[in-house]
């Protein structure tokens, strides 16, 4: 089942390329952000986080940068895969807490073989 | 651990009928919230529990919802009467801690409602 409408703005790129995914966040108070990722009939799933002293994180083939200064979050995502296929939202916070997540409207990746 | 478990996975119900969510959380996991996605507002909190006890419910539309947690490994929302406009999925999720935790709510597969 779909998780979201049919408007989203997609992102397509070939199997094996690098792909960045972008969020600009509303709240220049917030100060910890979220990226997860939601596959067709399934409920989003974390990625990775970061907090507001840092500008840089790596997890594994991703890598999350915050740009504080123009409120921008972007996720880049190495050697992309099939299995990246999917629907990926940002989640913004304040004061490091999960009960005031804030969620974006989310970007489709589509990979192509 | 089989994750968070939600039923029913799809509804359909007619205008004006009681529909109920249920949701069984990760063992062990302190918080639960319940959201729901639809396509004009993305994914929207609705309420959340700790320990069993609902701490912010702004989040639910009306009165016709309500959202109940009677122990540690089981919760409910419930709309009555259900309204067309109330279709969307609706997703559980639980976590362990909140502040300094690494935000990673557990997500089950949720339940796609359609009020006919």
């Known amino acids: 089942g779909e998780s979201v409408g049919l408007h989203l703005p997609t992102l397509s790129v070939q199997e094996g390329d690098n792909s960045i995914i972008n969020c600009a966040y509303s709240n220049s108070a917030s100060d910890y952000f979220i990226w997860y990722k939601q596959e067709s009939g399934k409920g989003p799933q974390f990625i990775i986080d970061i907090r507001s002293n840092m500008d840089k994180r790596q997890g594994q083939r991703v890598t999350v940068l915050l740009n504080k200064t123009v409120k921008h979050l972007s996720l880049q995502i190495a050697a992309t895969q099939p299995g990246d296929s999917a629907v990926y939202f940002c989640a913004e916070s304040r004061s490091y807490n999960t009960d005031k997540l804030i969620f974006g409207t989310g970007t489709r990746l589509q990979v192509f073989p | 651990d089989a994750g968070v478990i939600q039923s029913p996975r799809h509804e359909v119900t007619e205008m004006g009928q009681e529909v109920t969510l249920r949701c069984k959380p990760i063992s062990g996991h302190d918080y639960l919230f319940w959201y729901r996605q639809t396509m004009m507002r993305g994914l929207e909190l609705l309420i959340y529990?700790?320990?069993?006890?609902?701490?912010?419910d702004s989040g639910m539309p009306e009165d016709r919802f309500s959202a109940k947690m009677p122990n540690a490994s089981f919760s409910t929302l419930k709309i009555q009467p259900s309204e067309p406009r109330d279709s969307a999925v609706y997703f559980c999720?639980?976590?362990?801690?909140?502040?300094?935790?690494?935000?990673?709510?557990?997500f089950g597969e949720g339940s796609r409602l359609t009020v006919l």
């Open positions: 529990f700790n320990n069993n006890v609902p701490i912010d």
């Open positions: 999720a639980s976590s362990f801690g909140l502040a300094g935790g690494t935000g990673e709510l557990f």
